[in-house]
């Protein structure tokens, strides 16, 4: 089946650590994007990719990396610079410039205890 | 810049009536617009879409009014079931960010509650 694939669903974090959300997608869709959810807001987008080896930050970077060294993957790293990392991460992609429309993974729940 | 909002937080409609989400814009240079279905604990789903040159579209018990004059699009569903209780987005894309990217900027979301 095609689609958008993140791991893992459930994610705790000490304080202190980088953690690393994974995703991918057999969709060959070239952009990819990570947005972040917290109750009562809308989604903000952290990174975003439109192409392989290249990525650009979105409104709310501080404190994330990634990587684009794949087409289908996306990983993004959630640093201990993140003062509030707990929340609800969604990665998603989209075909391309040409493309409208963005799809979303099932996201990644990520807890600092 | 974009802010994307909706009108209410909450809607609760009886099973088998009609359901009116509305969202309102800010950017008048937005030309295209999604609805987002999430249920809970999940990723948002594309559920119809809306170019600025259109002022209605229909899918299947679904559809997406644009008035641009106000800047104001709303979804409607016909026939409420119980499975389409769940939170919806509205979405507006615009402007062009340059390197080849349009940014979508994203509504809070209305939680739609269907009564059995």
């Known amino acids: 089946d095609g689609g958008i694939t993140q791991s893992p669903k459930y994610l705790f974090r000490k304080e202190g650590q980088n953690v690393t959300l994974s995703c991918e997608q057999n969709?060959?869709?070239?952009?990819m994007y990570w947005y972040r959810q917290d109750p009562g807001q809308g989604l903000r987008l952290i990174y975003y990719s439109q192409i392989v080896n290249d990525f650009q930050k979105g409104d709310i970077a501080e404190g994330y990396s990634v990587s684009r060294e794949k087409k289908e993957s996306f990983p993004l790293t959630v640093t201990s610079a993140q003062k509030n990392p707990t929340a609800f991460y969604l990665c998603a992609s989209k075909e391309g410039f040409s493309g409208n429309t963005i799809y979303f993974g099932e996201g990644s729940w990520l807890t600092v205890v | 810049g974009e802010s994307v909002g909706l009108h209410l937080p909450t809607l609760s409609v009886q099973e088998g009536d009609n359901s009116i989400i509305n969202c309102a814009y800010s950017?008048?240079?937005?030309?295209?617009f999604i609805w987002y279905k999430q249920e809970s604990g999940k990723g948002p789903q594309f559920i119809i879409d809306?170019?600025?040159?259109?002022d209605k579209r229909q899918g299947q018990r679904v559809t997406v009014l644009l008035n641009k004059t106000v800047k104001h699009l709303s979804l409607q569903i016909a026939a409420t079931q119980p499975g389409d209780s769940a939170v919806y987005f509205c979405a507006a894309r615009g402007p062009y960010s340059g390197a080849g990217s349009y940014q979508l900027t994203f509504g809070k979301g209305t939680k739609l509650s269907v009564i059995p």
């Open positions: 969709l060959n869709h070239d952009a």
């Open positions: 809306i170019r600025s040159n259109m």
């Open positions: 950017n008048s240079a937005s030309d295209y």
